[in-house]
């Protein structure tokens, strides 16, 4: 007779970048369950996610982040992830209007007004391009385009090329960027552990700035990115070939709570 999880959980969404959100303080859910992930971010016969999220306590700061990947293997740190998980928080009361938590990377600050989330990333100093590529690290791998007539690419195919092609089975996210204006940039991405492109990426959109600036294809801090599923903005200090002070911007909203029955 095979065993049955009672779940609750949340969903959140920023910028069409969704996630199912889990209050794992009491240390409850079984983390090393792929199959219950995968399943659980199951468009069909689960929830529905771009991942999966749980928060637990933390000594060092406010909370832990633990992200999975749809696919439900633990993965590189999540930036929309981030500002979801840091509004779910704000939900729970565990703060006021800025915070800081653990995630894989390490300690990130955080703030929320009117359910706009400022997050501060990892600071950037290896940067490599690649004829009109570029390639860096933001909390996870990103390959960063520029492309003509962005919205006529198969984003799937053509990601999964690059993804396997020229990154191997560990892979990079990529990301298809397209210049709208001076300092705005519209992106389209394709994610590893979704295998698929998403409506957002936040480490991905941290990328695109941070390439385009370095590339002299905008010349301020603060660069708006426009994606398939809304709005984004990033600003960050340069200084000495390194960009600190890093931070992605914009709205993580609530969809859902509800309950969920899950045979182990």
């Given at each position: 007779m095979s065993a049955e999880l009672h779940l609750d959980f949340y969903k959140y969404q920023g910028t069409g970048n969704d996630f199912v959100l889990i209050d794992n303080r009491q240390l409850l859910f079984p983390k090393n369950n792929t199959k219950l992930v995968a399943h659980l971010c199951d468009r069909k016969f689960?929830?529905?996610?771009?991942?999966l999220i749980l928060l637990e306590n933390d000594n060092s700061s406010d909370f832990k982040m633990v992200y999975y990947n749809s696919d439900g293997n633990q993965s590189t740190m999540c930036g929309n992830g981030g500002r979801c998980l840091v509004a779910f928080a704000h939900k729970l009361g565990l703060f006021d209007v800025e915070t800081s938590f653990i995630a894989v990377d390490g300690i990130h600050k955080a703030r929320i007004e009117n359910?706009?989330?400022?997050?501060?990333?990892n600071s950037v100093d290896n940067i490599e391009q690649r004829d009109e590529s570029f390639f860096l690290d933001t909390g996870s791998?990103?390959?960063?385009?520029l492309v003509q007539n962005l919205s006529n690419i198969d984003v799937k195919?053509?990601?999964?090329?690059?993804?396997?092609?020229?990154?191997?089975?560990?892979?990079?996210?990529?990301?298809?960027?397209n210049q709208l204006g001076e300092n705005t940039f519209r992106v389209r991405t394709y994610e590893r552990g979704v295998e698929d492109e998403t409506l957002s990426c936040g480490t991905g959109v941290t990328a695109v700035a941070i390439a385009m600036h370095y590339s002299k294809k905008a010349n301020t801090n603060a660069i708006a990115i426009e994606v398939e599923g809304g709005n984004l903005s990033v600003a960050f200090d340069f200084e000495n070939?390194?960009?600190?002070?890093?931070?992605?911007?914009?709205?993580?909203?609530?969809?859902?709570?509800?309950?969920?029955?899950?045979?182990?």
């Open positions: 689960g929830i529905g996610a771009d991942g359910n706009v989330v400022t997050l501060w990333m791998p990103h390959h960063v385009q195919k053509e990601g999964a090329k690059l993804r396997y092609g020229v990154y191997g089975e560990k892979g990079s996210n990529i990301n298809f960027v070939n390194s960009y600190s002070n890093v931070q992605l911007i914009g709205p993580a909203t609530y969809v859902f709570n509800g309950s969920i029955v899950c045979k182990l």
